[in-house]
């Protein structure tokens, strides 16, 4: 009987545990001379940024990442664990980006959760 209870549990486990995944598409707008911050990561993220605008988005980071978004290109990235990354405008106008990441936890931008 302990046998079977203890198969059951771990193939509940083997279903439920650890198969989480987070695959968010959003545009988002960053105003004039303002940031988008994405707060230190939990787990290993897949970032695709895409500026839609002809202004260069400029990168900030702990860890080696271009420096900048050159206006109507991408960039595609796997941010580690505990790592995170800022996106400055530090132009006169808007600029809108197309934001794609897939990992296994949710991570927060601005200190709010994104998902």
């Known amino acids: ?25 959003k545009t988002m707008t ?7 911050t994405i707060n230190k990561v939990k787990a290993p993220v897949t970032l695709e940024i895409k500026n839609l605008s002809d202004e260069k988005i ?8 271009p420096a900048e978004i050159s ?3 991408e960039l595609k990235y796997r941010l580690p664990k505990k790592s995170s990354l800022k996106l400055e405008n530090k132009n006169a106008t808007s600029v809108s ?3 794609h990441y897939y990992s296994s936890k949710s991570i927060f931008i601005n200190n709010k959760e994104l998902r």
């Open 1 to 25: 009987m302990k046998n079977i209870i203890l198969l059951i549990s771990m193939i509940l486990l083997q279903l439920f545990a650890g198969n989480h995944k987070v695959d968010v598409w």
């Open 30 to 36: 960053i105003a004039p001379n303002e940031s988008i």
């Open 97 to 99: 980006i197309y934001l």
């Open 58 to 65: 400029n990168l900030v980071s702990d860890i080696k990442v």
């Open 71 to 73: 206006g109507k290109s």
